[in-house]
Each structure stands twice: as C-alpha cells, then as structure tokens.
C-alpha cells in the first residue's frame, strides 16, 4: 500500500460516515411529525435553534476572518506556511457542518420521536438514535475527510518536506477549537440561561407547569438542549478527535529521524507513524456505523442495553481491528534517539486510551448515577437542609476526582511505558476511536428529552409522555457517562497535543525547578478558576435579562395576561370542568407569548458573554509564549490541563450527583424508615442543589475542556515562531 | 562575628521572645477576670480546650514515637544521622509548647477582656491583643530557639560538615508540620463541629440564642474558638516559620560549593547564607515586639488603625533592619554555577516577600470585606435565594484566585531573578519575617470573639457586648487578611522546601516532559479535591454525632428539659417579668447541661476524622518517592503545591465572602432602593451561603496549608534516600 492510497482509503471512510449520515438524516426527515400542533411546536425550536445558529455565524464569520488573516500574515515562512490560514478555515467550516447538520436533525428528530411514542417504544428509540447518530457520523465523518483532503493537497505541494504539510495542517485543528469554543461555551452559556430564566420566573413566579406552551421562555428552554447538548458536545467531540489526530501526527513526523524506522517501513516511507491515526479513525467510521445495528430494542425491552451493546460491540471490533492496522502499518520494531519501539507497543497504547476512556465513564456513572452510595448520600444530607445538601454535593464531586486522575495518570505512564509520547498521543486517537457511535448515543439524550417536552406541549395521553421519559431517564445516563469521556479525551487530546507543542518547538525539558515554569504553572492552573467563574456569572446575567423579559410579556401581552388570569382562578380545577369561557380565554392565548424575544435574549446573552473567556483562552498563550518563551508556556499549558481537568471533573460530578439527588426524591426514597416524595422539605433543598448544580454541569465545567484544548492548539500553531 | 556568635545572638532573641511571652502572659493572668458567673464559664472553656490538647497529646505522643523511631532507623548514614529523630522530636515539642502557651493565654485573656469592656474599649483591646502577643511572641521564640539549639549542638558534632547538620535539622520542620496537622486539621474539624452542631441543634431546633448557657454545646462551640483559629492558626505559621527558615538554610548550604561565595565571606567561613534566615528571624523577633507597643487606641478610637499601625510599623523597621543585616552579613557579590549573585539581590528577594505577603492579605480583604463589592454581589444574589446566593459565592471565591496567584507567580519570577532559588527561599522568610506581630492580630480575633460569648452567657448589660462587638468586627477583617497572608507564607514555604528538596536529591530537573513527572502532577494536583472532601465529610459527620447528644441532653436531664419548657411557655416575655417559680425552674438548670460530654465528642471526633488524610498525606509523598523516584515526586509536589493553594484561596475568600454577605443583612443593607433585615427571606438566602462557606473558611481551606507544606518537608526528610 502507498501512502497516497491509505489516504484515499480515509477519504472514503469520510465520504461512507458522510453518505449514512445522509441516508439516516432523509430517513428521519420522511418519518411522521404528528399532529399539527406539534409539528407547529417542533417549527418554533427548529426556528429558534437555527436563529442561534445564525447569529452565531456572524459574530464567527469575523472571528475566523480576522484569525486566518493575522495567521496567514504571521506565519513563519520556513516551517509553516500562510496556507495554515486555509487549514484554519477549513477546520473552522468542517466543524460547523458538522454542528449545523447535527442541529438541524435533532430539531427534525424530536418531534418524529414523539409521535412514534404514542405508538410504541422501540420505534421512539429508533429515530431519537437515528437523529443522534447523524451527529455522531457528522463529526467524525467531516473529521476524517477534512484532514485526508488536506494531507493530500499540502503532500502535493511540499512533497519532500512532510514536517511541513504536518505543521500547516495544525491549523485545521485550531479552526476546530475556535468553532468548539463558540458552540460549547455559547452553547452551555444559552442552555442554562434559557433554563434557569424558565424555571425561576415561569415555574416559580407565574406558576405555569414546565414546558408549558404560556411561559414564553419555554421554547428558548427546548432550543437550548439542542445548543448546549447537541451541538456543544458534539463540537467538543470533534475537537477532541482532530487534535488527537493532528498531535498523534505531529509526534508520528518525529519517527523520520529514525533510520531503523524509515528502513523498515517500506511501504509508507518513513510516514506509517504519522498515517496511522488517520487509519484509525477511518476504520472507527466504519466500526461505529456497525454498532449502529447493534441498537436495537423489543418493545418493553431495555433501551439502555441496546445502547450498551451498540457501544461495547464496536468497542470491541475496534480493538480487534486496531491490532491487524498498527501491525499492518508500523515496523515490528525500531530505535529512536536510543529508546526501542515496537507495533505492539503502540497497540497497548492504543488499547489503554480505550479501556481508560470506558474506565473514566464508569465511575462518572458510579459517582452520579441514580440510587449509587454518593447520590443517596447527598439525598440524606438533604434532610437537614439546602446548606447540608450543598456541602455533601461539593464533597462527592470534589471526592470524585480521585479515581479519574489514578486511571489518567495510570494511563499516563502505561501508554508512555509502552509507547513514549508517541504512545501518550495514540492513546487518544484509541480513547476516541469510536467517537462515531458515542456521540451517537450523547446525542440521543437530548433528542428524548425534547421529545418529552413537546408531548407535554402538545397535551398528549399520559403515556406517550411515560415512554419519552423512559428514553430521558437513559438519557441522563448516557450523559453523565458522555460528560465523563470528554473530559477524559480533552486531558488525553490536551496532552497529545501538549507533546506535539513540545517536539514543535524543539525544548528539550519543561523544567519545573525554573521560576518561570513554576509561575507559568501557577497562572495556568489559576486559569480554569477564573474561566468557570466568569462562565458562572455569565449565566447569572443572561438568567436575569430572560427573566425580565419573561415578566414584561406577562405584563404586556393582554392574551398572555388573561390566560395566566384564568389559569389561577381554576387552580384546583382540571381543564375540562373549566367554564367555556374560560376555556376560550385560554386557548386564545395558544401562539401568544412572543418565544422569539426570549430566543434573541438567551442568543445575544451567550454570544455577548463568551467573547471575554474565549479571548482570554487565545490570547493568553500567545502573551505569555512570546513574552516568557516556550518553557514558560509549557509550564502554563502543564498548570491549565492539571486543574482544568480537576474542575472540570469536579463540576461535571457535583451537577450530575445533586440533579439525580433530586430525581430521586420525585421519584420517592426512602431514609431511614421514612419515605420521602416530591414536595417535601428534602426534596426543596435538593432542587436548590441541583440549580447550583446546573451551570456547574452545563457551562462552566463543558467548558474547561475547550479551554484546555484551545490553550494547547494555539500554542501548537504559534510553536514554529518560539523556537 | 563568629558563626557561633550569631547563633548565640540567635538564641538571645529567641529567649527576650520567651520572655515577652512570660512577662505578658503573667501581666494577663494579674487582670481581674470578673464575676463568680464569668470565672465559671472561663474555667469551662479553659478546662475544655484542655481536655482536646490532651487528648491530642495522647494521639500525638504514640505518633511522634512511632515515626521517631523510622526516622532513627531508616535514617541513611552518610547523608544523615538518627539524631534526625531528635530535630524531630523537638520540632514536635517546640510547636507542642507554643500551642500550650497560646490557648493557656487565650483562655484567661478572654474573661478578662469582657471584664474590661465593662470598663472601656480601650483596656478591653489591651488585653485581648496581649494574650495575641503570648501566641505570636511564643511561636516565634520557640521557632528560633529551637532551631539554634539544634545548630549549636550539631555543629559541634559535625563541625567539618555543615551540609549534615542542615540535613539533620530538617527534621525539626517536620516535627513541626506533623503537630500542624493535627492542630490545623483536627482544630478545624473541632470548632466547626460544634459551631455547626451547636447552631442547628440549639437555635434552630430549640430555639434558644447563641451562646447560651442552656445549650450543652456552647462552651465546645467557645472552645472550638480557641482551638481552631488560635492553636491551630499557630502551629500553621509556626510551621511556615520553621520550614522558611529551613528551607533556606539547605539552599544557602549550596553556595559552600561556590569559591567566590566562601572567599567573600571570611566572617562566617561561607556558612553567612545558611545563617541569613535565622539572623533575619531573630531580628523580626525583637521587631515585632517594638510593633505591639505601637498598639495603643484610646476610648472612642479605631482599635483596626491600632492594630494596622502594630502591623505595618513592623514591616518598616524590618525592611530597615534588613537591609543592614543581609549588607552586613552577605558578601557583596558572587558567582555560582555560571550565575551572579548579590546581596542587594537577597535584599530585594526579601522585599519581594515581605510586600507580597501585604498584597495576599489586602487582596483577601477586598474579596472578603463587608461592603465591598463581592460581598454585595452575593447579597444582591440572595435576593432570588439561596441557589443563587450559593453559586455567586462560588463564583467570587473561584475569581479570587486570580490577582493572589499573579502576585505569587510575579514574586517567584522576581525573587528567581534577584536571588536564583536562594531567592525564592528567602522571599518566603521575608514575608513571614514579622509572624510575631502577624499572629498577634490573629490570635487577638478568636479572644474577642470569645470574650463576647462570655458577655452573652454571663448576663452582662447591653454596652459590653457592643464592645466585645466592636473589637470582633475588627478581629474578622485580621482574620481574612490573616488567612490569606497563611495561604501565602504556605505556598512560598512550600516552594522553599521543594526547592530544597530538590537541593538535596540533586535532581537537575523536574521534567513535565516526562511521562511519570506528568503523572505526578495530576495525582498530586487531585490530592487536595480528595482532602478538602474528607475534612467536609468529617465534620459533617461530627455535626452529625454533635446534634445527637444535644437531643439526648434535652432529653435526659430532666432540669434542662423543665428550663427549655418554661423558656418557650413565657417566649415573648423577657426574664424580669416571669413568675417567680418559672426563674426558679429556670435558674435551676444553669451549669447542668453536661459540656464536657460535648467537649468530649468533639475531640474524640477531631481527632478520629484526622488520621486518614493525615496519613495520606504522609504515606504518599513517601510512596511516590520510592516507587517513582525522586522527579515524579517533584511533580507530586508541584501539582499538590499549585492546587492546594488554588483550592486554598476559593475555599477560604468564597467562605469569608459568604459569611459577610450574611452579616450585611443583620446590619441592613439596601438593594434597589429596599432595605433588608435579618430575618428577610434573602438574609435567611444568605445563611445557607455562610453554613456552606464555614466548613469551607475553617476545615478545609486551612488544611491545605498544611498539606503542602507537611508533603514537602517529608520529601524533604526523606530526600537523602532518594539519591
């Protein structure tokens, strides 16, 4: 095989994720919408989502245009190239696609879920699959194609200097970054808005039940879990995925230095280790669309198991299929500046990234899930109180941490172990090998959980409600455990491509026994501090803008003002007993409340409020690595992943526990001879939990993987200029 | 001047500390303690911090012989001695004394002050900041003595080999560290215990006020006061003093190899760096001592300038006298290792620290202070209730972190570059050079806090307490600002003693490059999550013990059970206007509730709760060394240095910022234009936020000075084996 046809092979796999994704995305779009009030329903969040969508495209339309004209301007001319402003680009647009076809099936998605559940479980299960598996071959899909096009346009253009093509592609990742650090962070920052805005003046003020169609905010409240957690996650995930890619290249480049590697790898000259990744991932398309098949439930079957069984399976003939492609491709063995190597070295690592990233997935679920010790214990400590609750929440995510870091760092020197920094960086690749089909599965939660709302909008029979709920409750599942893998792949991707900045700028140590390492260390480790603060206020502020706007129209809109009337003067009363007058003052308000305003508030909120924290995450590195030097910023990188990927743990494990906590008293518990149910004392202080809670899980803890991510690729793409 | 002068001059000014101490805790003892009521309830508390201090001593005295023991026999003979055990014994014993010394003067100094406040603010003020000096003059003056001591009596063992001692006398600083840990942790876990216990037990569910006789846990709750914050504040800064100094001396040692540096020095024979600390210690001592006479206020004064003028008159004449010493003493330049050196260099070091440690400790004010503009952010946040009042407390305390880690990284940088790593050690000495004075102030806190509870239970008119109150207010700002200026002292200490560590094992780079040192890092960045848990934890379930024997109290003693009766049947009237017969069934109960059981519960629980991360953070520095080597360790103690202070700093400034926002609303504040009470809906907001946050400013937070500090000089210790 030449390396010219190993890149035509990834090609193809990207084209194959991109051609299921079209067949499953006009599949979904031919399934039944339901009635015309849910279709009416599914139209205002289609809408809303797009109009994010939209104003977020402008505002980063002059970010990447500004970007790639002072990346062109600056590059240095000897190892980069202004055509890095191209990759930028190109990263920039891929990532975007991807989010945009991923959103735009997931708003289709929902409401066909819907209406499959009035008939039954397993078709439900289907399209709310479906819909997210069209995210989920998106990413990678467009991860795949997008850097095999550009490997192969730069390899024609300097195809005796593969460092260069090498250092020119990193852009794309940057471009993949800048796009995650929008939708992950405006995303998170628009989803809480929108949902504290809704509960706090909606539920709380006004007394309107959730998701119901008067509270004006409740659209905003559904748009948001497709901005926050389909396309957030999803642009995190392909983030994650280029950098593991581009760093495991760039660490690969190395091994041309290596005449007993370049000897024994006839077939790619010299360019197996940094192919390789990209072999990887273009068979994970293929592996993960087989898992797809795997998903599949009888009715009244489990649908957590089927989503199990499509995960694990292609697991597993991924591990299979990684040991015939690392032997394959890579020399039984070779030297390197005196250490040895081996194919099977590599594939050890490549197998640690996996087993860790499934390791760190379970204990996410074991420190959130429903009914596990820590949950149950934040529900006891409810007993006493908000303030009990909160200290017992803060203490589980905090204790949290532990077994994470122990697999991490265990994976750390395993993979080095077997593999050197080459070995750190596969693991990734290996960690996010089946990106395919985990997004898949991310992306299905979401779809369930608006697929709930608009049977309650849509005043369904009480069990179509009863089946999404039952896709929901797996969904939380999914999530926490999704949550938990990407932050275990942002560490794994922040290392790799740690190591890549590290061989780029040629430093031989990051020396921690130097003041400015130890500072940089220091800074960067306060960073994750400051950006989840900034991230929580921001949620602050945009919750109160929606909340005032929120009142205003209950004030000024006189249908909205009657119906609220109305609803209050028949309390007690079930609708139907309501007089027809009153019936009719209510319908009258149907379509009313003006959703768009509260969409345009939570839109500019998260757009306006980003820009400081996604600032400081550009252009802190580059201040402190052309003021301080490359150690320096080693040492700040080293500091930023450490604690980024402590809070992001911490957070995402607090919000996750104190949220189930309070699941579980709606759901009814028992403590200590006694049961306790939604309504009671306990059960009060543990929704204050599960607020605080929220924008912990949501915002700013998503977000620190982005920071960590993004402060690695742009030091990689300012590397070239700090030697 | 001899080296053996200089000792002796140091062992001079230990001794005039020793006997400020003796002078003014004789001058204290002499004050009138007031009425028979008001001896009694001191003998209460006095008799109940002694009770922990000796319980403690119990535990301490089995530990400081088991490790004595290991230390003697495992200690290597070329590098080091078996009388490493003795530095270590006296660093316990030494510490051990101050901690005596201080909570013996505190509990005399607290009747007394309420006694005077009956009197004057003014010789109220006098004699609470007196029994301040016993503590700060104490822990500086067995600081000193002790460890010239030690020198004078190594040197003479090992007069050919300087390099010895100073490995020998390491041992001191971790005598010291471990009678912190027990102090800080087992303090901390105390007093919040039977604060918390007290609170919701005895107000909330019996109804009774605050430091009322009634309540069983009110004198724990008083002696908690005592132990926490005036022995455990102690054996903190006594740590950071001694393990300053020490760290210094080490790398001081280094410039024996420099030809310039002992050429220069024909005075002290080379030995002039390692001195340096203890000359500027003894020095602070005798300046310090000036600095309490500046603290003077007159009736109708400000007692915080009083003390503000103490504090910083100080700082000026030791910034004088220490330009002088290190001219004096130093040689004017030299070269080591390729680099220049100077004494001006040394001398800016020192500033550096010095003017740190003030920036740490007004930054902390300004974060922390009532009225300023954090705190009224939370106060506006509690307007929408306790989530919110709880997430903008995160948020302030996590945003915190940002200007002190800018000083610390701009100090390090400074001091690297006017004094190499000698630089950074020293800076740390400079800051803490004043401790004396500092836990002055400190210590000064919790007698007036004290003092007011006495007023409470010992019926005393209106205007003592409004005294008493005057100089709390006061104590709370000293004691944030005292905070901070330990977290700081703490993370430069714990630099100081990493640098030595590295010194010592002759490492010549902590490589985040490498796998294992990366490893490190995370393991030990996740340390402190996984120990600020276990201390919540602990004193969750101590609270937890704590209510069930106040319930039991109410319950079995049937003339506390008749007195809480009659106390809620005559609710609305006060005392005077009570029948007869219910002042008698009233007055019948007083001194029966059983405080030493509560006592007694809350020692047994501090000091049970602080073994396991006591032990964890003596095993796995000792772990990671001999399996991992001596660098991954340095990245152990690198990512437990950076993270503990981080989390350090957000526990101890979202505590204190909590606690004020609550005491805004007992004072009244005004929102947009409304004013609130205590009593509001928001102030009750604001209460969850201060019973989250006191776990947070008073266990955890200051627990992990300790455990930066206690790791390092473990590794210090165990440093000769790791070569």
Redesign the interface.
């Known amino acids: 095989m030449s390396a010219d046809l190993l890149i035509y092979l990834s090609i193809a796999a990207g084209v194959v994720g991109l051609l299921y994704t079209l067949w499953k995305s006009s599949w979904v779009s031919k399934q039944d919408p339901g009635t015309e009030r849910m279709k009416r329903i599914s139209v205002y969040i289609a809408d809303g989502a797009m109009a994010f969508l939209k104003a977020e495209y402008r505002v980063l339309a002059v970010f990447v245009v500004v970007v790639a004209i002072l990346l062109g301007v600056s590059a240095d001319a000897k190892a980069s190239s202004s055509l890095v402003a191209v990759s930028f680009i190109m990263g920039a647009l891929c990532s975007t696609l991807a989010g945009f076809i991923g959103m735009r099936v997931a708003t289709k998605a929902n409401v066909r879920t819907t209406n499959a559940a009035r008939t039954g479980l397993a078709p439900a299960l289907e399209i709310a699959f479906a819909g997210g598996s069209v995210m989920g071959m998106g990413v990678v899909g467009l991860g795949v194609l997008g850097l095999s096009v550009l490997f192969l346009v730069y390899s024609s253009l300097w195809p005796a200097d593969p460092h260069k093509v090498i250092t020119v592609i990193t852009g794309f990742s940057f471009g993949a970054s800048s796009i995650a650090l929008f939708a992950r962070v405006g995303g998170g920052i628009y989803t809480k808005a929108a949902d504290v805005g809704a509960d706090?003046v909606g539920k709380v003020e006004a007394g309107i039940p959730e998701d119901h169609p008067l509270n004006p905010a409740t659209i905003a409240d559904n748009v948001g879990d497709n901005v926050g957690d389909v396309a957030g996650m999803g642009a995190d995930l392909f983030e994650s995925y280029v950098g593991s890619i581009i760093g495991t290249m760039v660490l690969g480049a190395v091994f041309l230095g290596s005449a007993s590697f370049v000897q024994a790898d006839t077939m790619l000259n010299g360019m197996a280790a940094v192919l390789l990744p990209l072999a990887l991932a273009g068979v994970g398309i293929i592996m993960s669309i087989l898992g797809t098949f795997f998903v599949r439930v009888k009715e009244g079957g489990d649908p957590q198991a089927a989503l199990n069984k499509g995960e694990f399976g292609s697991s597993i003939v991924m591990i299979i299929a990684s040991y015939f492609i690392i032997n394959g491709l890579l020399p039984e063995s070779w030297e390197f500046n005196g250490h040895q190597f081996s194919a099977m070295g590599v594939f050890w690592a490549t197998i640690i990234g996996l087993v860790s990233g499934v390791l760190i997935g379970l204990i996410t679920e074991y420190y959130t899930g429903l009914g596990k010790r820590p949950v149950v214990e934040i529900a006891r400590?409810s007993l006493?109180?908000?303030?009990?609750n909160?200290?017992?929440g803060?203490?589980?995510g905090?204790?949290s941490?532990?077994l994470p870091?122990?697999v991490?760092?265990?994976a750390?020197?395993g993979?080095?172990?077997f593999g050197g920094?080459y070995g750190?960086a596969i693991a990734a690749v290996g960690m996010l090998s089946n990106t395919g089909i985990q997004l898949a599965v991310d992306a299905y939660g979401p779809i369930s959980d608006n697929a709930g709302g608009i049977a309650e909008m849509s005043d369904l029979p009480k069990e179509v409600r009863a089946r999404t709920d039952k896709l929901d409750a797996v969904g939380n599942t999914t999530a926490a455990i999704g949550k938990g893998f990407a932050i275990g792949s942002a560490a794994l991707t922040a290392?790799a491509l740690f190591?890549a900045f590290?061989a780029t700028t040629k430093i031989p140590?990051?020396?921690?026994?130097k003041?400015?390492?130890?500072?940089?260390?220091?800074?960067g480790?306060?960073l994750p501090?400051?950006f989840?603060?900034?991230a929580?206020?921001a949620?602050?502020r945009a919750a109160m803008s929606m909340i005032q706007e929120v009142r205003r129209q209950f004030k000024d809109i006189p249908a909205l003002k009657a119906a609220l009337a109305v609803m209050h003067k028949n309390e007690n009363k079930e609708y139907k007993d309501w007089s027809k007058e009153d019936q009719a003052t209510f319908d009258a308000a149907d379509g009313k409340a003006e959703y768009g305003k509260c969409v345009e508030i939570s839109t500019k909120a998260a757009i306006r409020e980003m820009v400081l924290p996604g600032l400081l995450a550009v252009i802190v590195p580059v201040v402190i690595g052309f003021s301080g030097g490359a150690e320096m910023l080693?040492?700040l990188l080293?500091?930023v992943t450490?604690?980024g990927?402590?809070m992001a743990i911490?957070q995402a494990n607090a919000g996750g526990a104190w949220d189930n906590a309070k699941k579980m008293f709606e759901e009814g518990i028992e403590i200590d001879g006694q049961k306790y149910y939604k309504g009671s004392d306990p059960h009060k202080a543990a929704?204050?939990g599960d607020?605080?809670g929220d924008?912990f899980k949501d915002t700013s803890g998503p977000s620190l993987n982005i920071l960590i991510k993004l402060m690695s690729v742009v030091s990689l793409v300012i590397a070239p200029l700090l030697i």
């Open positions: 706090l400590q006493t109180g908000s303030a009990t909160i200290i017992a803060l203490g589980v905090m204790r941490t532990a870091i122990i991490l760092a265990a750390i020197i993979a080095y172990t920094l750190i290392l190591t590290m140590s990051i020396d921690i026994s003041a400015k390492v130890m500072a940089g260390l220091f800074l480790g306060m501090f400051l989840s603060s900034m929580m206020q949620v602050g080693g040492g080293a500091g450490v604690t990927v402590l911490f929704v204050v607020t605080v924008p």
